[in-house]
């Protein structure tokens, strides 16, 4: 059975400072997505890795993805307080399905 | 393009009622998918369909029932409601694709999800 394991689960961090959110998961897999989900909302879709060593960009958030690890991350520079969510990893299972993280709940702090 | 929609946004049943979800696409996605969302679990997959006509059980079925006559509708009933049941659900669904091993899911599009209170 495929374990996808975050962390930290929660984190608060000041406005203008860099981390990073770590996603390990217990199975060979291929396809590791990121989500974003607002309070009260659904969620959106990030970024789709599909390769060892692949990296995805847009802004402030930076993604990668080492297979071989079996580890993505999910960095943040600079945080802006419009950045405050949570954040999910799901990794593929079986070709059809994925496997979700508990997610990190992100609080920006001004 | 509506994207996925859900309904009804929100209901309350008392215990032993019976009730269905309403799931629905505009973007010809032949997977579709019901996840169940609580608090510090994330999310779990509860049934699935690969195409129309097709169901699959997730991580969490039991309690569950789903159709998918219509390539475009993902139906999610419950048939005698729980306590346990309270929760919000999503719906999402996504196109075929290929990977390394043969078909495989893309990126999962997201209803708006219905919270659902079982008293």
């Known amino acids: 059975e495929l374990k996808v394991e975050q962390n930290p689960l929660f984190l608060s961090m000041q406005e203008g400072k860099n981390y990073t959110i770590y996603c390990n998961y217990s199975?060979?897999?291929?396809?590791l997505y990121w989500y974003r989900q607002d309070p009260g909302k659904s969620l959106e879709s990030l970024f789709v890795l599909l390769s060892n060593g692949a990296v995805k960009q847009e802004g402030r958030l930076m993604a990668s993805l080492d297979t071989k690890a079996r580890l993505s991350t999910l960095h943040i520079t600079a945080a802006v307080h419009d950045l405050s969510a949570t954040y999910f990893c799901a990794v593929e299972v079986g070709n059809e399905k994925l496997t979700f993280g508990t997610g990190t709940r992100l609080t920006i702090i001004p | 393009n509506a994207g996925v929609t859900q309904t009804p946004k929100f209901r309350v049943l008392k215990t032993g009622q019976s009730m269905t979800l309403l799931c629905a696409q505009d973007?010809?996605?032949?997977?579709m998918y019901w996840y169940r969302q609580d608090p510090g679990m994330g999310l779990r997959l509860i049934h699935y369909s690969v195409g129309e006509g097709t169901t699959a059980k997730g991580e969490v079925p039991d309690g569950y029932n789903v159709s998918r006559l219509k390539k475009q509708n993902f139906l999610l009933g419950l048939e005698s409601a729980a306590p346990s049941q309270t929760s919000v659900y999503f719906c999402?669904?996504?196109?075929?694709?290929?990977?390394?091993?043969?078909?495989?899911?893309?990126?999962?599009?997201f209803g708006p999800g219905t919270r659902l209170t079982v008293l």
């Open positions: 973007m010809n996605h032949e997977y």
């Open positions: 199975t060979t897999s291929d396809r």
């Open positions: 999402a669904s996504s196109f075929r694709t290929s990977g390394r091993t043969g078909a495989s899911t893309d990126t999962q599009y």
